[in-house]
């Protein structure tokens, strides 16, 4: 509940979530990119382009996807299906996060009554002093009657 108060609210949180998924995709491609795709000798000068001595352009640097592939050795494609694994592993996760925090929202929005708009205006002091209300009304702890502001403390901690 603290983290989503201040993460402030569900679409933020899978907007993080989901950029943080396609961050590692992202990168994983430039490297991958970077290392196989590209002609270092003609990029950097050492060797001509095609006997020209003018400008080179993107597509002189720029290997063809089938020669690129074929650069591809036995470590590269374990480096990729390690990446991949790791992405499914984030992504099954993420999932997991995702439908925790929509359970939170669910809390927030019918009990509580905040809804994620109004979280960037209320403080965690007024979201704990709600949640010590609807304990009364709900008794979510059942062996207490009446929560403090230490028992909520001591449960994100």
Known sequence: MYNYHQKHGFLVILCDEVLQLLGLAFVVWLLTFAVHCL???ILFGDEPVNNRTK???ISDVVKPYSKCVQGFNFSTYIILVA?????LWRTIRVVYQIANYAD???FYNTALKIEDNDLDNITWHE???SIREVQAEQHMVI???QLTELDIY???L
């Not at 990446?83 to 992405?87: E, G, K, M, N, T």
């Open 127 to 129: 979201v704990q002093k």
């Open 104 to 106: 939170i929202k669910k």
């Open 154 to 156: 001591h449960r994100i």
């Open 143 to 145: 062996d207490k009657e």
């Open 83 to 87: 990446a991949f694994l790791f992405f």
């Open 55 to 57: 400008k080179v352009t």
């Open 39 to 41: 002609e270092y000798p």
